[in-house]
């Protein structure tokens, strides 16, 4: 199994060493036999070829089974035509990774969380997204100096391979599918989307299917999120639903998150949150989100591949990672802690150790 390691930008570099100690020991204790190879993107790669992304890094990408893909700060990058390309686009579009996967799960110990354990099927490469909208060009354009439009591209082949990876997601949960859209205003568009929605779930008679509105999803997502389990939606709805879901969970800094295509056998973990510039170099960043990311990463190649050692090893990094976080005194700053961005991911790998250690003592 090879990795393409990438940490981009901001707390990048930092919270992606800590998930590198993470996985190096569940490598270990669980006989994985990865490869890692790292590559530069963001403003490292600005600085040395003139890019955020280079074509080349994207083309490699195709040959490795799992790519690990640190935040970027795309909003201070410079314009395309001078090198500021959006690295996270860039991987989902030009590589397919169509299906985000943003669970939300709360923890008991984390007395701000709302009971809920969801998970949110993200439509990731087209939508109310300029940059991967559109062939040439992008999908935000001025006519006028004071006028603005935007261009929403939505698919029936994009809509129907999110729905039924939803769907069958939903045939390993609770069968339930809620799909989220604005069709009473956006007819075509969000019309198209529950269209194919409705059409897969003639597919899966065990699922139940609901639909909402995504204003009212907000309000109920805020009101009672435990009545959720899969929820699927377009690109831009999902982001924000994300997110939301998320913090309600207990925290953004606790949200995994894979961009996948299954029939190209190919997974990106990357962390739900963003760069964090002003917090960059100081060592306090919550590194759970991309470590649990990269669980998510291991336990899908064991899914997909039929490699039980890799699906234990995606379980036992949110297992090590729930260890941790339910000691108070082994927190980051963020959820009320002290501890700092490396000396977490020490806490969690030693957990890994640990575990492995006392399941080798039981069985011998």
Not at 188 to 198: A, E, I, N, P, S
Not at 239 to 261: K, Q, R, T, V
Not at 352 to 360: E, L, T, V, Y
Request: hydrophobic share 40%.
């Amino acid at each position: 199994m090879k990795i393409m390691v990438t940490p981009c930008d901001g707390i990048g570099p930092e919270i992606t060493a800590a998930t590198m100690e993470v996985l190096q020991a569940t490598d270990k204790a669980y006989g994985l036999g990865l490869t890692y190879d790292y590559e530069d993107t963001g403003f490292t790669s600005l600085e040395k070829c003139g890019t955020t992304l280079r074509d080349e890094v994207l083309e490699r990408a195709r040959g490795y089974d799992g790519i690990i893909l640190g935040p970027q700060s795309h909003m201070d990058y410079p314009a395309r035509d001078k090198g500021g390309v959006n690295v996270s686009a860039g991987f989902r579009v030009k590589l397919d990774l169509y299906a985000n996967v943003r669970p939300a799960r709360s923890r008991d110990f984390l007395n701000n969380a709302k009971k809920m354990d969801l998970v949110i099927m993200r439509e990731a490469t087209e939508g109310f997204y300029p940059d991967r909208n559109m062939v040439a060009g992008t999908g935000e354009f001025m006519p006028t100096p004071d006028v603005a439009l935007s261009v929403r591209k939505i698919t029936a082949q994009a809509c129907e391979r999110i729905a039924r990876q939803a769907f069958i997601l939903a045939m390993k949960r609770d069968k339930r599918v809620t799909a989220v859209h604005k069709a009473n205003n956006f007819i075509l568009t969000d019309g198209l989307f529950m269209k194919q929605v409705r059409k897969v779930a003639e597919e899966f008679p065990e699922v139940k299917l609901n639909d909402f509105i995504i204003d009212a999803m907000a309000a109920h997502l805020v009101r009672d999120p435990s009545r959720f389990d899969v929820i699927v939606t377009t690109n831009f709805y999902a982001d924000i639903l994300s997110d939301l879901a998320s913090e309600l969970s207990g925290s953004l800094g606790l949200a995994g998150s894979i961009n996948a295509n299954a029939e190209l056998g190919l997974v990106c973990a990357q962390a739900q949150h963003g760069s964090a510039p002003d917090i960059q170099n100081k060592n306090i960043a919550n590194p759970t989100s991309l470590i649990l990311s990269v669980g998510m990463m291991l336990s899908w190649l064991g899914e997909q591949r039929k490699l039980a050692n890799f699906e234990a090893a995606g379980a036992e990094i949110e297992r090590a990672v729930d260890e941790v976080l339910a000691n108070p005194a082994s927190r980051t700053r963020d959820l009320g802690g002290n501890v700092n961005t490396d000396a977490f991911g020490t806490l969690v790998a030693q957990a890994i150790r640990n575990d492995g250690g006392a399941k080798k003592a039981a069985n011998a």
